[in-house]
């Protein structure tokens, strides 16, 4: 079982950056495909990005350009960088994996082999 630990969200204006960090524990991500959500108020968890085990990236197209997934397999970490913030951007981020890369890139929040807590990313205007 995979356990997942976000880090990095936080309160920034628009235009602005912020790192996110997943960090991994109970097993390795190795045979994971990895993703980020994130839920806004009053909606549903969102698809952002994905990364798979050969590193091919997947983006929401409202993102792409501007935000970044990548991993590390060697400390088991997960990131998403994202750029050119913008208000709306602005939810509860989560970390997600699934052994199965076409889960992380179009099936639900729920149905992800592994879920993290999350954190909040505020992005004022």
């Known amino acids: 079982q995979v356990q997942l630990v976000e880090s990095g969200g936080g309160f920034v204006q628009a235009g602005g950056s912020l790192r996110l960090s997943c960090a991994a524990s109970?097993?390795?991500?190795?045979?994971?495909?990895m993703g980020w959500f994130r839920q806004t108020p009053g909606k549903e968890h969102d698809f952002v990005a994905a990364i798979g085990t050969d590193s091919t990236t997947y983006y929401e197209d409202d993102v792409e350009g501007r935000f970044t997934i990548s991993r590390d397999m060697s400390k088991n970490m997960v990131y998403l960088q994202m750029n050119s913030l913008k208000p709306e951007d602005t939810g509860v981020y989560y970390c997600?994996?699934?052994?199965?890369?076409?889960?992380?890139?179009?099936?639900?929040?729920?149905?992800?082999?592994?879920r993290g807590q999350g954190t909040q990313v505020t992005v004022s205007s």
């Open positions: 109970g097993r390795t991500l190795s045979t994971y495909a």
């Open positions: 997600v994996g699934d052994e199965r890369l076409r889960v992380v890139r179009f099936a639900t929040f729920n149905s992800m082999g592994a």
